[in-house]
């Protein structure tokens, strides 16, 4: 049998449907990797057969809001502890009491909110792009942690942040721009990361002054695909579940600050993490910068058993360098969490 075959698959409950993709052997040690905004389990596709040819079974679901997961019609329906107990039954459907944890962008916030309140669900966790300590506290957490050198209060004073701004204030134009054309919205945002590019502030910050994303305009820009990011397949079937469930689901991520911060106060330890912890640092992320700013310093005070990785990237890290991110996470896993070693 060919364990690196990505097959679908789906968890029902009573409360909620999570679609999933997988591969690997049934027996083997689970792995489940958690996507952001605005992405799809298709996001971890060369991550999934690498991971299983180690003989990990590794598992990506769409998270709710997006494909062909359950989508819901309120903003406190994407709440992190709605997300969180997503994934718990998911593990449960799976039939495993832990699993190996790995988020990007807003999956990020929620792999660190399961080891932060459900340790036990655990072997280890690893995040891409975004630290321990910031996002998932919610936006005010963010604030002391930016760079004001490159981001003047008075010009900006949610730094890089300021798109999160613009959604609590206009929510309903930030999602009719991404609508009214997912295709090209998809294709605009999707780019690869370019040395020097961090040295200037991250175009997010403009979002609030601009009055929308794309400097202002209706809808995306129609520029050429980055092929290094995602190939034409890739961005058809990007698009076409955002085209299906439309740009609230997601977008809705960014509407619960107050709600996500009182939740992290529940965590367990006071917060402190004992598992084994990964950080992939994108050098050339422009708005989770993690070079000059202090965005890291809560992880490394919090996370106790922490390895930073750091790898040429931009933002959309385990597309525009997948072998570099499989090989950072192979070789934690063989070093710092051997117990969960496959054989």
């Not at 955002?242 to 740009?247: Q, V």
Request: overall charge negative; some cysteine; hydrophobic content about 40%.
């Amino acid at each position: 049998m060919n364990f690196t075959t990505i097959t679908e698959n789906a968890v029902k409950s009573a409360r909620h449907t999570t679609f999933y993709l997988s591969a690997g052997p049934e027996d083997g040690p689970l792995i489940i990797f958690v996507h952001g905004w605005p992405e799809l389990s298709l996001s971890w596709r060369h991550q999934l057969p690498a991971m299983a040819s180690l003989g990990f079974l590794a598992v990506a679901p769409d998270m709710r809001g997006y494909g062909r997961s359950s989508v819901y019609g309120e903003h406190d329906d994407y709440a992190q502890e709605q997300i969180v107990a997503d994934m718990i039954e998911l593990l449960d459907g799976l039939g495993r009491e832990k699993a190996i944890w790995v988020g990007h962008d807003w999956g990020s916030p929620t792999i660190w909110n399961i080891a932060s309140h459900h340790p036990e669900r655990c072997h280890a966790v690893a995040s891409l792009c975004v630290p321990y300590g910031c996002l998932e506290r919610g936006l005010d957490a963010c604030l002391p942690l930016i760079d004001r050198d490159l981001y003047p209060e008075d010009e900006f004073p949610a730094g890089q942040w300021e798109y999160i701004r613009f959604y609590a204030e206009n929510f309903a134009r930030a999602c009719a721009v991404f609508d009214a054309n997912p295709y090209n919205s998809v294709k605009a945002l999707f780019r690869k990361g370019k040395p020097g590019y961090t040295d200037k502030p991250s175009p997010t910050a403009f979002v609030r002054l601009s009055g929308g994303w794309y400097g202002g305009a209706d809808e995306a820009p129609d520029i050429p695909r980055d092929g290094s990011v995602l190939s034409e397949e890739d961005l058809k079937v990007y698009a076409a579940a955002l085209t299906r469930n439309g740009f609230f689901g997601p977008d809705s991520y960014y509407m619960n600050d107050q709600a996500n911060a009182a939740y992290a106060t529940q965590a367990l330890n006071d917060g402190y993490i004992d598992l084994p912890t990964l950080f992939l640092l994108a050098e050339y992320d422009y708005t989770c910068e993690c070079v000059r700013s202090p965005l890291t310093e809560p992880m490394k005070t919090y996370c106790r058993d922490l390895t930073i990785r750091n790898i040429k990237s931009g933002h959309w890290m385990a597309q525009e360098k997948p072998r570099e991110v499989n090989a950072a996470l192979a070789h934690w896993l063989a070093t710092s969490v051997p117990d969960v070693w496959p054989g």
